[in-house]
């Protein structure tokens, strides 16, 4: 009886594909290339432009960055997803990264002044802090407009770095720029009925929603407030798919007030790394079985004498 051949098939690499180009989403390719991952890595990114952090990451041999091509639909059940211009593509993991949005439209003037929405902001606010203390020479003032979770995270940053904050939950009409020649950033705030509030900075940490309409289109569980509910491994409710950053909840508060991009990132791709490692071992197995399969039934038939 002669040996059945050796099977030379080969295990298809995994796909992950990622909905979402953020923070994030930047965070969790860089923490499975650090990782070593062998397999594909596709971003969806709803960016017409090219900024340098995706151009970076598309240079990843492994990476491939779509940018004006956001995910528009998620078929579960034969995980794949379908890009706003029809473009379907498969996958073997998929994340959501669609992030957050805010509830309403910005403060005239917005840009000029610090804003808060995740912890991510904290860093970034401390920076700005130090700049204008060494500037006015003395512990600024700070106007804070917001409510909720994110309001109150804001100002326990800013009295962590001195900051003297008052705290103010009317909207205001406009952000007032700081004096002229100075490098502060915006100092006061007007509202509607002309009243004013003035200070050495403002921090905006207004109410935002998560964009969870993907999700939820595809059937997966989503917070009552909003936000895709994960469990603490960042799956959600559906097999194969997971969700990092604002646009995911755990125990119904936004994730990015709860953990910072980099540190769910890294959590979240050695999930990943455990998952695809898991599926590769189980068709590896199964190509084996096949093949032992195939060499017992091409032993039995070599056992069996030939018809007269």
């Known amino acids: 009886m002669s040996a059945p051949a050796p099977s030379t098939s080969v295990s298809p690499a995994p796909r992950i594909v990622i909905a979402g180009a953020g923070p994030a989403a930047q965070a969790l390719v860089r923490q499975l290339d650090g990782a070593r991952f062998r397999g594909t890595v596709t971003i969806l990114s709803n960016r017409d432009d090219a900024p340098a952090e995706l151009l970076e990451l598309a240079e990843l041999p492994q990476v491939s960055v779509r940018f ?3 995910a528009s639909f998620i078929d579960a059940e034969n995980r794949s997803v379908t890009t706003a211009d029809g473009m379907e593509l498969s996958y073997d993991e998929l994340v959501i990264a669609t992030g957050s949005a805010p509830v309403a ?26 700049e204008v203390t060494r500037e006015l020479g003395r512990r600024p003032l700070g106007i804070l407009v917001g409510t909720g979770a994110a309001a109150g995270q804001a100002e ?14 009317v909207r205001p009409a406009a952000v007032v720029h700081s004096i002229a020649g100075s490098g502060l950033t915006a100092s006061g705030v ?3 009925d002309g009243s004013s509030m003035n200070g050495d900075l403002v921090v905006l940490a207004e109410e935002r929603v ?5 999700a939820a289109s595809a059937g997966l569980a989503t917070a009552r407030n909003g936000g895709i509910t994960i469990s603490k491994d960042f799956r959600t409710s559906v097999a194969g798919v997971w969700a990092i950053g604002d646009a995911a909840a755990f125990d119904g508060v936004r994730l990015g007030l709860l ?3 980099a540190s769910a990132a890294g959590a979240c791709a050695a999930q990943l790394m455990t998952a695809t490692s898991a599926a590769e071992g189980v068709a590896a197995g199964a190509e084996g079985v096949a093949a032992g399969a195939e060499g017992v039934a091409a032993g039995a038939a070599e056992r069996v004498p030939a018809a007269a």
Do not use: N
């Not at 998560?210 to 993907?214: E, H, K, N, Q, S």
């Open 156 to 169: 326990a940053v800013l009295r962590a770095r001195g900051v003297r904050p008052i705290r103010t939950t």
């Open 259 to 261: 953990v910072a991009a």
């Open 105 to 130: 439209s910005p403060v005239a003037g917005a840009g000029r002044c610090l804003s808060y929405s995740t912890i991510d902001d904290a860093a970034r606010i401390g920076d700005a802090v130090k």
């Open 190 to 192: 007007v509202f509607e």
């Open 210 to 214: 998560a964009r969870d309409g993907l």
């Open 68 to 70: 004006g091509q956001p």
